[in-house]
């Protein structure tokens, strides 16, 4: 019998559209001077994770965090630098904050219409600088499924927070957590070996959103190596029906192991 080769769950779990760059701010609107200085450390952090430089981006992501403790992307970057570190309990830290804050603003009401209005401002800048980067460093043919989905759910994340911004009478967002969070947290704890938390993380993520390919793939992975083989090839076929690419060697050793040849 030969080793089984299995595909690498991804450790980015995220796509480049998360490299930041400070927004351009409208005419008019005054920058508060902590999101500004909140945004050139995001900035600083996704450039030290470009060079590959993970305890830099953690002290970036850290000083992010230290100025806004509301910054839920800041979180979320945290914790692709801690994976980086394979500092994987300290990731699912991260990303399980990131998380509570999404969960948190979906019900948030702001009493004061002058500062809820400015919160919002602060967040759409926030939101607009992953947007933005995504928009300049890659074009829609070279954006891979994970990158096209984020997308989507960034822009639909700033149209909520401007309707609510822009309706001058209810602050209230309604807003779901994007799939790409417990996507990220379903990786972290996979690489932990917590097999079960894992897979409610991935279900998590396909519930907020079954066309990503690479939640399914993941969690085919999963499925294999806790032998259940016949839900991992029923997630093949649902990851290669968003059109994902599943790794051919993972294919070849998960048929392999259905026909008992491993």
Known sequence: MRTTVL?????????????????????????????????????????LIRSEDWAGAVKEFQQV??????????????GRAEMG?????KAIEAYTKCRELYAASGGESVTSQLNGTR?????????????????QTSGPKSQNQSSQLYLRELQGKINQLKQARDRNQNLVVDTAVPFFVPMALGAAYFRSGRFEDAEREYKA????NSASGETHNNLAVLYMTTGRLEEA???????????FKVNP???????????GKL
């Open 7 to 47: 595909v690498v769950v991804s450790m980015l779990a995220l796509p480049p559209a998360l490299v930041a760059q400070v927004p351009q701010v409208p005419r008019g609107n005054a920058v508060n001077p902590d999101v500004e200085r909140a945004n050139r450390h995001y900035a600083l952090g996704w450039g």
């Open 65 to 78: 965090i230290d100025i806004d403790p509301k910054f839920a992307l800041a979180y979320y970057s945290l």
């Open 85 to 89: 570190l394979r500092h994987f309990p």
């Open 119 to 135: 919160r919002l401002d602060d967040q759409i800048r926030e939101q607009e600088m992953a947007l933005q980067q995504a928009q």
């Open 205 to 208: 993520a396909i519930e907020a």
């Open 233 to 243: 090839a029923s997630e093949v076929r649902l990851a290669e029906k968003t059109g």
């Open 249 to 259: 060697q993972f294919k070849q050793d998960l048929e392999a192991k259905r026909k």
